[in-house]
T-cell receptor, first 111, second 109 residues
């Protein structure tokens, strides 16, 4: 399967812990996006990479969130000192142009 | 005001019906418009992608963009039970994408 993959698919953590998610985009895609989605809402943009450069970051994004794409291939999203409000589905998408292809998401539950 | 407004539904139609899904937006700089389908607990799946005003057809799906009214639509002809899902509109000026809240559709056999 050459689609976007995300790991883990599910993560349960206690409030205050740090978590890290991984996204592997479609291999020839140079653009990579992270989104957060809560129940009954559409995906909310978090950040965008073109190759290894982080070109856009939502102003709503807390400084507890950080993302990297060290070699322009896979990306990681880290959330420090998790809060219950961080519980959501975290989606990764990749593209060449503007047609984004999404991964299955990582569902985070903060207890 | 939200960048993108979408009626959340839910929408319930009989099999074979024509479905019309709509979004409005406020930013006249949006140029690229997408429709996604999302099944429960899955990532969104790209259905249609259009640039600027006009119509685009792909099988049973037609996407329509009216930039003068800041209004986009997705039509589904001959709807099938397998079309039951949440439909999300999305749009962008370039780097950031804005999604609607999604419309939940159920097609009843």
């Amino acid at each position: 399967d050459t689609g976007v993959s995300q790991d883990p698919r599910h993560k349960i953590t206690k409030r205050g812990q740090n978590v890290t998610f991984r996204c592997d985009p479609i291999s020839e895609h140079n653009r990579l996006y992270w989104y957060r989605q809560t129940l009954g809402q559409g995906p909310e943009f978090l950040t965008y990479f073109q190759n290894e450069a982080q070109l856009e970051k939502s102003r709503l994004l807390s400084d507890r969130f950080s993302a990297e794409r060290p070699k322009g291939s896979f990306s990681t999203l880290e959330i420090q000192r998790t809060e219950q409000g961080d519980s959501a589905m975290y989606l990764c998408a990749s593209s060449v142009g503007y047609e984004q292809y999404f991964g299955p998401g990582t569902r985070l539950t903060v207890t | 005001q939200k960048e993108v407004e979408q009626d959340p539904g839910p929408l319930s139609v009989p099999e074979g019906a024509i479905v019309s899904l709509n979004c409005t937006y406020s930013n006249s700089a949006f140029q690229y418009f997408m429709w996604y389908r999302q099944y429960s607990r899955k990532g969104p799946e790209l259905l249609m992608y259009t640039y600027s005003s006009g119509n685009k057809e792909d099988g049973r799906f037609t996407a329509q963009v009216d930039k003068s009214s800041k209004y986009i639509s997705l039509f589904i002809r001959d709807s099938q039970p397998s079309d039951s899902a949440t439909y999300l509109c999305a749009m962008t000026t370039g780097n950031q994408f804005y999604f609607g809240t999604g419309t939940s559709l159920t097609v009843i056999p």
